[in-house]
């Protein structure tokens, strides 16, 4: 109890203080192991003393002082130094093999002598060198036959820590990645499109970290996702409908690595014919026969050895009504307007009582002729929604557009006209 109370009343007497208990230092650089002391008694004698300890060793003296003076081991005299009453150890150069326990004793004698000692581990750590990132195979793999191995090597460095990155971002063990005990090396297994990126390896231990350049693995993938568009023409679902005439252009792509190798089929009369090659096809109506005609846009990837096909129609339509309202257009317009003004309210008239006493005669004929009809106002912008297209809703729609120009009215006008011949037709 007694010896308690003597020891701590030493301990309070000399302080010794250390900022951290373990160092990390580099090798090859000086390190300083910095150490503060106070005491209150009035001093005779200063004695510091520096012991090195390694794990399953004797501990070693370094140097000490008394007062001013230092008596280094001179094994270590150029090794450390010590510039009392500062009781600071400066160890320089830093080695491997300097790594271990740090022991500081410091001694006062005055009316007595008091003691004070601390523990200072010190971690020595080669810096990293860049890595360099290796892809195995090299030349590029077909998505779910190859593996792909990363290989990330690093010329110096202790203590080394590895971690992969994806597109910037930490790269996380799966299913499909896998890595080698210490990180090293990660194997993708099956690979896939979606392991496309840019990989890097960050080496890193605690006095350093660098990461290396990135690496882009080589992935055949495809063809994904084929489909044909093309500049002009209406298309509905796989129909394209275009005007006779018309040259249209179809473009024929999908997503692959290598590109794809194209090739246009037509098929025809129970018969299938290569017509071109390449992504491109160019159509020109006026040289089709037939109004229907199917085509087909084959994509091969000759890598993967895998190919896609898509089929489409190509509908051409006839221009006999266009032809008409061109011929309208051109002619003496105020004449035109009045005589046809003049036969649309007789024809109107005579349609309004003859619809009382027929009404359902001559219906197959206007569905038929209406078809082009239909083709003719799309072209002018004008919606016809339902099947049966009454006069008045016409003459609404005409009312409407009246603002337009005249070609545009005329037109209408035209178009009103014919729809009163169907009706007045009567078979
Ligand atoms: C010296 O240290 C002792 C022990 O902590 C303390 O009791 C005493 O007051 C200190 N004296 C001075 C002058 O600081
Ligand atoms: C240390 O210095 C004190 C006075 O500052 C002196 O009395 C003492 O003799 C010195 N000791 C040595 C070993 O030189
Ligand atoms: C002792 O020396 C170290 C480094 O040489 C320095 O950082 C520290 O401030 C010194 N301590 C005193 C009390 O002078
Ligand atoms: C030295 O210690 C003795 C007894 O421990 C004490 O009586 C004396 O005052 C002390 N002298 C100084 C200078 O501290
Ligand atoms: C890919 O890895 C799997 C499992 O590790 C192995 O069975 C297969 O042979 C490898 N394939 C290639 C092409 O290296
Ligand atoms: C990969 O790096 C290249 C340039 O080094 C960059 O153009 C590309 O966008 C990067 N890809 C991703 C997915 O970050
Ligand atoms: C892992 O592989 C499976 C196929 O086995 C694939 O469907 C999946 O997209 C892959 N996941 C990642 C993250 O690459
Ligand atoms: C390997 O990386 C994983 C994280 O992806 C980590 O949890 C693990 O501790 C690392 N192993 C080594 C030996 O560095
Ligand atoms: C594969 O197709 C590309 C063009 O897409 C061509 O350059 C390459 O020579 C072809 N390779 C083989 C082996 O046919
Ligand atoms: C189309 O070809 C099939 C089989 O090749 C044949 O049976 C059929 O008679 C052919 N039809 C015409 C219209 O040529």
Known sequence: MWLKIFLSCICSALKLTVPSHTIHGIAGQPLHLTVDYNFNATASEIQIIWLFERPQSNPKYLLGSVNQTV???????????????????????????????????????????????????????????????????????????GNITLKCTVEKGTRVIYQWMKNG????????YTFSSNNATVLIVPVVKEDIGNYSCVVSNRVSALESEIIAPTIYYGPYGLRVKSDKGLNIGAVF???????????????????????????????????????????????????????????????????????????????GLEKLAQKGKSLSSLAVITGISLFLILAMAFLFIWKRYQPHKGQKLITE??????????????????????????ASAHTKRKKERKGSVLLTWVAHLNVSLLKIEPK
């Open 71 to 145: 008596v280094p081991d001179l094994e270590y005299q150029h090794k450390f130094t010590l510039m009392p009453p500062n009781a600071s150890l400066m160890i320089n150069p830093l080695r491997i093999s300097d790594e271990g326990n740090y022991i500081v004793k410091v001694n006062v004698r005055g009316n007595g002598t008091i003691a004070a000692s601390q523990k200072i581990q010190v971690a020595v750590d080669v810096p990293v060198t860049k890595p360099i990132v290796h892809s195995e195979p090299s030349s590029g793999v077909v998505e779910y036959v």
């Open 169 to 176: 971002k930490p790269l996380h063990a799966s299913p499909n």
């Open 241 to 319: 409908t275009v005007d006779m005439g018309e040259v249209i252009l179809f473009d024929c792509s999908a997503d692959s690595n290598p590109p794809n190798t194209y090739l246009w089929i037509q098929r025809a009369d129970n018969t299938t014919q290569v017509i071109k090659y390449g992504p491109h096809l160019e159509v020109v109506s006026d040289k089709v026969a037939q109004k229907t005609i199917d085509y087909m846009c084959c994509a091969f990837n000759n890598v993967t050895g895998k190919r896609d096909e898509t089929h489409f129609t190509v509908v051409v339509t006839s221009v």
């Open 369 to 394: 002729r209406r078809r082009h009809f239909q083709v003719m106002l799309i072209k002018r912008n004008v919606s016809i929604r339902s099947k049966s297209i009454p006069a008045k809703k016409l």
